[in-house]
């Protein structure tokens, strides 16, 4: 897997489908209809936007560094991860968004399904007991922009209500895992979420 370091200065107004729209440029001869190539994240704090890739991209600026990203751990490994979540829409939540008489998920909800979507990726996100004994997952959640992003040339707008979601977490499935880390988890991939982002061992 290759994993691309993109610096920018986008700001909060960054309308996230129109960057996605702008990483196909790195994959000419890819076609379309095909599964996407790549994920990414745009991290605002650090002013990068990170892609993984199956394949290697042809960026054009010599600004961008490729690196190869390992893939593989092994069963039983603790990882610090982070990952972008939709909370504007989930299956199990009918009419969520949050404009309107609708609502996007709140910080409990959302912390329930990205447990179920780290479970799903072949993990065990690591708990710690409350104040009152109860066990909590070792998790750290924060709600960033909630415009909605419009698809270029006039396009409905759809909802994106991104959290940041930082874990620490066990694997206990290499293989699903390594496979999440290629295709990514949850919804609105084409618009920034879904990428497991592993930051430390």
């Not at 179920?116 to 009152?132: C, I, S, V, Y």
């Not at 930082?166 to 990428?195: H, T, Y």
């Amino acid at each position: 897997m290759y994993l691309s370091v993109i610096p920018h200065k986008l700001g909060r107004n960054v309308n996230p489908y129109e960057v996605h729209q702008k990483l196909w440029g790195a994959f000419p001869g890819h076609d379309r209809k095909d599964p996407r190539p790549f994920l990414f994240a745009i991290c605002e704090e650090e002013g990068h936007i990170y892609v993984r890739s199956s394949k290697k991209p042809s960026w054009q600026s010599a600004d961008i560094e490729v690196l190869r990203e390992p893939t593989a751990y092994l069963e039983g490994a603790v990882l610090s991860i982070e990952v972008l979540i939709d909370g504007a829409r989930a299956r199990r939540w009918k009419k969520l968004s949050f404009e309107g008489s609708e609502r996007s998920l709140d910080s409990h909800e959302i912390r329930t399904f990205a447990v179920e979507k780290l479970t799903k990726a072949g993990l065990r996100p690591l708990t710690d007991e409350d104040d009152n004994g109860a066990l909590v997952p070792q998790m750290w959640l924060q709600p960033l922009s909630g415009k909605p992003a419009r698809r270029p040339r006039g396009g409905r707008a759809i909802p994106v209500r991104l959290w940041r979601c930082r874990a620490m977490v066990e694997v206990v499935d290499a293989q699903i895992f390594q496979e999440a880390l290629e295709k990514g988890v949850g919804r609105k991939r084409a618009f920034g979420a879904g990428m497991i982002m592993v930051r430390g061992m």
